[in-house]
């Protein structure tokens, strides 16, 4: 089965810094999808970013660029020029790739904290 | 704007009722998930389904089950509410290829 670890529970970071959040998978397939969502106080689950495994280039949303490393099994989100509005709970996620019945698998959260 | 909504934000119930959650999507979606969110374990999955009638266990079925009778709503129904099932209850829609998933914005539950 495929599983998702994010090995920080929390992380800080200020104002206008940069920050990396990490997140490794396991999996034997060779075709899948990655995803960072955020979850803030609001509760609403938001897309950040997705990395489709067969893309050499990492993908970027404005302030949010991940590290892909498809041979470590590594998938790091970082946030530049951090904002208050960045503070929320930080989910990765998989999903295999191939068909449409497939379920995302997500580790358990990093907790992002912005400081003024 | 698309939008999947989730009938309640909080419900408090008590242990033996029978409980229904309710989601409904507007974006003709095939396929639906409803997600248990508890603090330090993240989002686990109870059920989904990729089409009308059509249902999936997920990794921690037991104690629940679902129903969609119809395209755009997916119900997740607890048979006898338990105190362990007080939690966040998140419901999800997506359609096909490497699409994420639209989240409701989750009821908090809490069986008493």
């Known amino acids: 089965a495929q599983t998702v670890t994010q090995s920080q529970p929390e992380m800080s970071v200020q104002e206008a810094e940069t920050v990396t959040l990490s997140c490794t998978y396991d999996?034997?397939?060779?075709?899948?999808?990655l995803f960072w969502y955020k979850q803030p106080p609001s509760r609403q689950m938001i897309l950040v970013i997705r990395?489709?495994?067969?893309?050499?280039q990492n993908a970027t949303e404005n302030r949010f660029s991940v590290n892909f490393q498809k041979a470590a099994k590594s998938f790091s989100l970082k946030i530049s020029d951090s904002q208050l509005g960045d503070a929320a709970m930080y989910f990765c996620a998989y999903r295999k790739g191939g068909g449409s019945n497939y379920k995302l698998t997500f580790g358990k959260g990093t907790l992002l904290t912005v400081n003024p | 704007d698309v939008k999947v909504t989730q009938s309640s934000r909080y419900l408090v119930k008590r242990t033996g009722e029978k409980v229904f959650l309710e989601c409904v999507q507007d974006?003709?979606?095939?396929?639906m998930f409803w997600y248990r969110q508890d603090p330090g374990l993240g989002l686990r999955l109870i059920y989904f389904s990729y089409d009308v009638k059509m249902k999936e266990k997920g990794d921690i079925p037991e104690g629940y089950s679902v129903s969609r009778e119809k395209k755009e709503r997916f119900s997740l129904i607890l048979e006898s509410a338990s105190t362990n099932q007080t939690s966040m209850y998140l419901c999800a829609s997506r359609t096909g290829g490497g699409s994420g998933y639209t989240f409701g914005s989750g009821t908090r539950l809490t069986v008493v």
């Open positions: 974006m003709d979606h095939e396929n």
């Open positions: 990395q489709e495994a067969y893309k050499q």
């Open positions: 999996t034997s397939e060779s075709d899948y999808y």
